[in-house]
């Protein structure tokens, strides 16, 4: 198996399409060919990165929380597959897994 990227800081989470791999790390959500090559960002990631999940037909959405401690906060953000700033479309405490049923996305809270 050879590299696909080589970044300096580790993916936490991938998701991939038959052409795209995305990745997320302790920096940013980047997007990379899935022949392999360079990372390019796509939005800047500002805490803990927790997961990572491909909409339908386009978009990626992110967790992300604010330390290891008690009482952190965490955001579910937004980005389209072709960057941007990323919006923050969720958040609560330490929000860790993303689900998508449909339209519905739903996520889990560490205690």
Known sequence: MGMLA???SSPVVTVASDTTVWLLDTTAVSAVL??????SPLAPVTGQP???????????????R??????ETGAVKSV??????????????????LFLDGADLF?????
Do not use: F, H
């Open 6 to 8: 080589k970044k300096a």
């Open 34 to 39: 899935a022949s392999g090559g360079t990372p």
């Open 50 to 64: 927790q997961d990572l999940i491909r909409q339908p037909g386009g978009g990626l959405i992110w967790s992300e």
């Open 66 to 71: 604010s330390g290891p401690a008690p009482g």
């Open 80 to 97: 389209s597959e072709g960057g941007g700033q990323g919006s923050v479309i969720g958040s609560g405490g330490s929000i860790e897994r």
């Open 107 to 111: 996520w889990t809270e560490g205690g």
